[in-house]
């Protein structure tokens, strides 16, 4: 599995990197909506690349219901300060079709190899990237907090490795070993719904 595992890094480094560097050019709530569009690619890649998971007439109809929110999102990009945040829904949307391939090939890969395990490589291997690039492009001063800014930086990091890193993503890929991944990642268009209201409360 080295040869997939290896290209599943680069895909996360890329998709990761494409949804943090899009979300800072758009809305917090574009963004959401987004990013959820990862099932779209993920039914129709599955329907390709995975045994047992084939598009049918409902999934399609599904597949493009979800392609009218998108493109609800992508006019109002438009008609908002001269399409100032479609540059970052762009990337976001990006970032949602590498999230889809890395979900399908995710799955063929956790049929032989422990979720556990395939995470703590996918994350041994981009962690030291995702540092060196970042001392590339922001230096030394980037990993700098203020003192005023210094709880929330902490909260917000913390929220994102043990909440995510080690909840989220354990949880979900021990629930793709198991279930179709087309109609598991249905459940990712709740992503919006919770994005949406989320931002609204804190920004």
Not at 43 to 72: E, T, Y
Not at 185 to 200: A, D, Q
Request: contains cysteine; proline residues 3%.
């Amino acid at each position: 599995q080295r040869r997939t595992i290896g290209w599943l890094v680069v895909t996360f480094l890329v998709q990761i990197s494409g949804l943090h560097v899009g979300t800072n050019f758009t809305s917090a709530s574009h963004a959401s909506v987004c990013i959820s569009a990862y099932p779209l690619f993920v039914v129709v890649m599955a329907h390709f690349f995975l045994d047992r998971d084939r598009l049918s007439p409902l999934k399609l109809l599904g597949v493009v219901a979800a392609l009218g929110g998108v493109g609800i999102v992508f006019a109002d990009a438009l008609g908002s300060e001269g399409g100032s945040s479609l540059l970052g829904d762009v990337l976001v949307l990006f970032s949602a079709g590498l999230l889809g391939c890395r979900m399908v090939f995710g799955k063929r890969v956790v049929q032989k190899v422990s979720p556990v395990a395939y995470l703590i490589r996918l994350m041994t291997l981009s962690l030291p990237a995702f540092f060196l690039a970042s001392l590339l492009v922001e230096g030394i001063g980037g990993h700098a907090f203020s003192a005023e800014a210094t709880p929330q930086v902490v909260m917000a990091l913390l929220y994102q490795g043990v909440v995510i890193s080690a909840f989220c993503f354990v949880g979900f890929i021990h629930l793709l070993k198991r279930y179709v991944a087309s109609k598991l990642s249905v459940f990712g268009f709740t992503t919006p719904i919770c994005g949406v209201l989320i931002s609204h409360w804190l920004l």
